[in-house]
């Protein structure tokens, strides 16, 4: 069944280390094209003329700045919206918005959600699927309302482990009052949907005290959780664990195996890449559906949106060409005031392997492939495309990661915690593959 999710300590230890927040095409790491603003500006063309609706993300930065660089920041951001806004047609509701909240006052978020509303048609409440992604440290009751009132009807709460030594905010990591209230707070609102992001694998952490914060949450019944692990979080910095404050691999991979465990006994129902949701929530219902989609914004109920990101080193996909704006803040402030798009990198539709997007999309949102159903969607055999991969995959099925015939390729409740490494399966052909045929006995 969609959802069910066994722990394979023998494959989680051999195919783990696969990280999940990379995980999907194209990520990052495949941005090698210069885009210039005119790039983004002929997509938002192609885009306005198909009429096709808008998915919206507003990010921050990743750092916390001092109050009078947060707001030359949302100055910037605002004249980036408006840039951008008055490219986007009349007939392009907006069905999804993501909003960083992190800092800002309530004041500043309905300043920043009316300008949004004077650039761009926001769809009706009943389709809309508006996300507020807020940090413990500046979340309480008020915060919660006053975004209910300005239309958000998802909420995400970060929830950070910090040591003891870090200072004023620590006890709301000590305590579970904080997130309680505000978990309370969203579900007096009615919320559509909460969820809680909890990270583990920090050396502060141990695996009883992960297990009793992860109580608390289940406790405090989020319809969302969202588990990740640090050094996944923190891929590209230095490889020394120790000074990245990182758990050893022992106790990271305990606190991973409770959480995924203790998750299902609670009912939760697992939809991919640490994402675990109640029976009862969208996510889970599209899944079974088969109509969920996963995006360069996550997992959505749907797909068919052009997404648009704005701010620091935001995400955009635009028909098939994808883009990320400068992650460096000053060089996105000088970008804005040289009046020029900071868009500075991604993949221009030529360069997208639309098979390879597809198989991806499949696995990451149902954990099967069906192979005539790609090739009728792609016009490409995904046997013949990929046949130096086919040893590579049989290998997985003989070890119980996928089951594998002639017509398709399904994860089971065993293997779908590592669908990153099934993925993977894709990306590289491995040494045995030389001169394999795949075209037929491809299971033999």
């Not at 783990?16 to 938002?44: E, K, W």
């Not at 992190?102 to 769809?123: H, K, T």
């Not at 707070?185 to 009793?212: C, E, I, K, M």
Request: aromatic letters at 8%; proline letters at 4%.
């Amino acid at each position: 069944m969609l959802g069910s999710v066994i722990w394979d300590d023998s494959l989680v230890k051999r195919y783990g280390q696969v990280g999940q927040l990379q995980c999907g095409y194209p990520t990052t790491g495949d941005f090698n094209d210069r885009i210039a603003p005119l790039d983004l500006l002929r997509a938002l063309r192609d885009s306005r003329k198909a009429q096709r609706p808008l998915s919206l993300a507003i990010r921050l930065p990743g750092a916390a700045l001092p109050h009078d660089e947060l707001t030359a920041y949302l100055r910037r951001l605002e004249r980036e919206i408006e840039q951008l806004g008055c490219h986007v047609g009349t007939l392009q509701p907006v069905e999804r918005l993501q909003l960083s909240a992190g800092a800002l006052s309530i004041d500043e978020l309905r300043r920043l959600v009316a300008l949004l509303e004077s650039r761009f048609r926001f769809a009706e409440p009943g389709v809309a699927s508006f996300t507020a992604e807020v940090e413990l440290a500046y979340a309480d009751w008020s915060l919660v309302g006053a975004l209910h009132e300005l239309g958000f009807n998802h909420l995400s709460v970060s929830v950070p482990d910090l040591r003891a030594d870090d200072g004023g905010t620590v006890e709301y990591f000590r305590s579970s009052a904080r997130i309680r209230a505000v978990i309370e707070a969203a579900h007096a609102l009615h919320y559509r949907s909460v969820n809680v992001d909890l990270g583990y694998g920090r050396s502060w952490q141990t695996p009883l005290t992960f297990a009793r914060k992860l109580a608390t949450i289940i406790e405090l019944a989020p319809d969302r959780v969202t588990l990740f692990d640090y050094r996944d979080a923190l891929q590209g910095a230095p490889a020394n664990g120790a000074r990245l404050g990182l758990a050893a691999p022992a106790d990271s991979l305990a606190m991973y195996r409770h959480g995924v465990e203790q998750l299902a006994a609670a009912g939760y129902r697992y939809i991919g890449l640490g994402k675990f949701v109640l029976p009862h929530d969208d996510l889970a219902m599209a899944q079974e559906t088969g109509t969920l989609d996963h995006d360069v914004s996550g997992y959505a109920e749907r797909g068919g949106c052009d997404h648009l990101g704005l701010g620091v080193a935001a995400l955009s996909r635009l028909g098939d060409l994808f883009s990320q704006n400068a992650s460096d803040v000053r060089a996105y402030l000088r970008s804005i005031d040289q009046g020029q798009l900071p868009c500075s990198r991604g993949v221009r539709p030529a360069g997208v392997d639309r098979l390879r997007r597809a198989i991806f999309g499949r696995l990451l949102c149902d954990f099967q492939l069906d192979f005539a159903a790609l090739a009728a969607q792609t016009g490409v055999d995904v046997r013949q495309r990929h046949a130096q991969h086919w040893p590579r995959l049989r290998q997985l099925h003989a070890e119980g990661l996928i089951l594998l015939d002639e017509d398709r390729l399904e994860i089971p409740p065993r293997g779908r915690l590592l669908v990153a490494a099934v993925c993977a399966a894709f990306n590289r052909p491995t040494a045995a593959a030389i001169g394999d045929s795949g075209g037929r006995g491809w299971l033999r």
